[in-house]
DNA sequence: CTCCAGAAAA
DNA sequence: TTTTCAGGAG
C-alpha cells in the first residue's frame, strides 16, 4: 500500500489526537439515538439536534416502536429546532417504518448484519444518503467504514492531498485503504476531522491558528 | 442545481 | 444583519 499516504494520515491523525484528545463519538445512549442523531444532524448545527433530541426524549421517543407509532405532523413540531423538520420528520419515519416490515423493529439484529450489506440496505430507505449511512454504520453498528463528510472533503482538497472533484466513494477508499480497519481509530478520526474543519477549516479559513497549518497549501 | 429551515455564531 | 451548519432528494 502508498507508504507516503499512510504516513500521511497517521502524523495528521496523531497532531489532532494531540490537539483536541478524545472526542467520546458518538454522543448518544443507544444505536437507535445514533440512528436519529444522525438523520437530524444533516447539514445543521449538533447544538440544534441536541435541543431536538431533547424533546424526544422527554416524550419517550427514543426508542424505534415508540416514534413509529407517532404521527409525522406531531413529529415534526418536536423536532423543529433541527432544522428541515417535514423533511427529517419523513425521514425518521421511513427507518421506523423499514426496521419495522424487513426487521420486526429489532434494530439490533438489523445492525448486527454484515457491513456491506447493512450499509446497501441503509443507502435504500429515504432520507439516508452516504455520509448517514455510513455514520450508522460505524457508530451505531461498530463496524469499520470510514465517513467522509464536507469537513474532511475540505480539509484534505484545499491541502492538495487530494483532488476537488474527487468522489465520495474515491475518498472513503482512500481513508480506509491506508488506515488499519480499527473501529475505534475510525470513529476517532472522523470526530477529530469535524472538531478541525469547525473550529478552523471554515469557509473563511484560518490556518494561523489551525494544528494543520503549517502544511503545505498550494495557491489555487 | 434548487429546495428543505431553525438556531447561533460572526 | 449575514453566514454557517456531523446532507439528501427531486
Known sequence: MN?????????IFH??????????????????EVVIGAILTQNTAWKNVRQAIGKLRERDLLQLDHLDAVPQEELATLIRASGYYNQKARKLKAFCSHVKHFWQSDLAAFLAQEAESLREELLGIFGIGQETADSIVLYAAHKPCFVVDAYTHRIFSRHGWVPEEITYQEMRSYFEEALERDVALFKEYHALLVRTGHLYCRKKPLCDSCPLGDYPVPNI
Open 3 to 11: 507508504r507516503q499516504r499512510m504516513d500521511l494520515l497517521h502524523d
Open 15 to 32: 497532531r489532532l489526537y494531540e490537539t483536541f484528545g478524545p472526542q467520546h463519538w458518538w454522543p448518544a445512549d443507544s444505536p437507535f
